[in-house]
């Protein structure tokens, strides 16, 4: 029976040693072109096909990629950035024929299980990591390792690592200016979590803006949301009693609870809060009204992670690769009065 053949009979059948015999079904070097045709024509004559556990182990590939989540279970099925992110990240893998293996880092339990098992050669070609909260070691522990790792997101001191971003701060500026435009001047933000980098680059460009137009930031205009819709909520309750005209919510998932706050409070938008957001996700078109948002390419930017991660797997991890994808504000009704003259400005 062909499909009980062995690497041995292989090698035997073409008249070669097994490591020959091995080094041409993993298309390995050093093999003379008319032994490799010969073990070739015999492989094809008897239909014997390597066991793919056994071809892994030979050509230390596994063609698995790691997707590394380091963000609680309920956080990552509650926040629509992250099964948008993990579509991006799995097409890519379908498309150049590997498999997506998730891990979810939910504490530090997980990461001292989780580094023994990506030790292990072979188990996985790469990881694919979103960035963490400032502080943590798990990305710093990665990259130490000798597995191709790509950051999805800035990481902060960490000069040698691969990574991909959006512009975060060139797409908050545009926000708060598109705001500053309509007339606004009491502009207040959600931020957030700020041990995130992302959180921290969207608040530089809500600053940056507003003291271009010789505005201070007003701290009292300020509080914290934690990306999620329930901190969006409890932070738009703390600001309504400074009066904000205007609010920037660094996340789509965070103004869905800002809109529920102010309108709880008897209030409408935007005609007595106006709300900018950031994301461009479904539940922007979903809310009423629907958001005024920046957009950025999540599902691209899934797909390129992977491409950045397959080129480091090939070519090596150095030099660092860096790339920084572009933003864009779509305009919906939830800022008022449209403004058309805004760079970078969408309708939708």
Same mark, same amino acid.
């Given at each position: 029976?062909?499909?009980?053949?062995?690497?041995?009979?292989?090698?035997?059948?073409?008249?070669?040693?097994?490591?020959?015999?091995?080094?041409?079904?993993?298309?390995?070097?050093?093999?003379?072109?008319?032994?490799?045709?010969?073990?070739?024509?015999?492989?094809?004559?008897?239909?014997?096909?390597?066991?793919p556990v056994a071809q892994s182990l030979a050509s230390q590939?596994?063609?698995?990629?790691?997707?590394?989540?380091?963000?609680? $279970?309920?956080?990552?099925?509650?926040?629509?950035?992250?099964?948008?992110?993990?579509?991006?990240?799995?097409?890519?893998?379908?498309?150049?024929?590997?498999?997506?293996?998730?891990?979810?880092?939910?504490?530090?339990?997980?990461?001292?299980?989780?580094?023994?098992?990506?030790?292990?050669?072979?188990?996985?070609?790469?990881?694919?990591?979103?960035?963490?909260?400032?502080?943590?070691?798990?990305?710093?522990?990665?990259?130490?390792?000798?597995?191709?790792?790509?950051?999805?997101?800035?990481?902060?001191?960490?000069?040698?690592?691969?990574?991909?971003?959006?512009?975060?701060?060139?797409?908050?500026?545009?926000?708060?200016?598109?705001?500053?435009?309509?007339?606004?001047?009491?502009?207040?933000?959600?931020?957030?979590?700020?041990?995130?980098?992302?959180?921290?680059?969207?608040?530089?460009?809500?600053?940056?803006?507003?003291?271009?137009?010789?505005?201070?930031?007003?701290?009292?205009?300020?509080?914290?949301?934690?990306?999620?819709?329930?901190?969006?909520?409890?932070?738009?309750?703390?600001?309504l009693p400074h009066k904000p005209d205007a609010i920037f919510?660094?996340?789509?998932?965070?103004?869905?609870?800002?809109?529920?706050?102010?309108?709880?409070?008897?209030?409408?938008?935007?005609?007595?809060?106006?709300?900018?957001?950031?994301?461009?996700?479904?539940?922007?078109?979903?809310?009423?009204?629907?958001?005024?948002?920046?957009?950025?390419?999540?599902?691209?930017?899934?797909?390129?992670?992977?491409?950045?991660?397959?080129?480091?797997?090939?070519?090596?991890?150095?030099?660092?690769?860096?790339?920084?994808?572009?933003?864009?504000?779509?305009?919906?009704?939830?800022?008022?009065?449209?403004?058309?003259?805004?760079?970078?400005?969408? $309708?939708d």
């Open positions: 029976m062909t499909d009980k053949l062995t690497l041995d009979e292989i090698a035997k059948r073409a008249g070669v040693s097994r490591t020959t015999a091995s080094r041409v079904i993993n298309d390995g070097p050093n093999v003379r072109p008319e032994v490799r045709e010969r073990v070739l024509r015999v492989i094809a004559e008897t239909g014997y096909r390597p066991h590939q596994s063609h698995v990629i790691g997707l590394v989540l380091p963000r609680r $279970t309920e956080a990552l099925f509650n926040d629509p950035y992250f099964p948008r992110l993990t579509q991006g990240i799995a097409q890519a893998c379908n498309d150049h024929d590997y498999t997506l293996a998730l891990f979810m880092m939910q504490c530090e339990a997980d990461e001292q299980k989780f580094y023994p098992r990506i030790s292990r050669k072979g188990l996985l070609d790469g990881i694919v990591i979103q960035v963490g909260q400032i502080g943590d070691n798990l990305i710093a522990r990665l990259l130490d390792s000798d597995v191709p790792t790509v950051v999805a997101g800035r990481p902060l001191n960490q000069p040698n690592a691969n990574y991909i971003d959006v512009d975060n701060i060139t797409g908050a500026h545009t926000a708060v200016t598109h705001l500053l435009h309509l007339g606004h001047r009491r502009i207040g933000t959600i931020t957030g979590e700020m041990r995130t980098t992302a959180a921290l680059d969207r608040y530089t460009g809500y600053c940056k803006a507003l003291q271009e137009h010789d505005l201070p930031v007003d701290e009292t205009l300020v509080c914290e949301g934690y990306f999620t819709e329930i901190g969006g909520y409890e932070a738009m309750r703390r600001l919510s660094a996340s789509d998932a965070m103004s869905l609870g800002a809109l529920r706050a102010i309108h709880e409070a008897g209030l409408t938008v935007p005609h007595d809060i106006a709300v900018v957001s950031f994301d461009d996700l479904p539940p922007a078109t979903i809310a009423r009204p629907q958001l005024t948002t920046i957009h950025q390419p999540v599902h691209a930017f899934g797909v390129k992670a992977v491409e950045m991660l397959l080129d480091v797997i090939k070519n090596g991890p150095t030099p660092p690769r860096r790339v920084i994808m572009e933003t864009k504000l779509i305009v919906r009704q939830s800022c008022g009065t449209l403004e058309k003259n805004d760079k970078n400005l969408s $309708t």
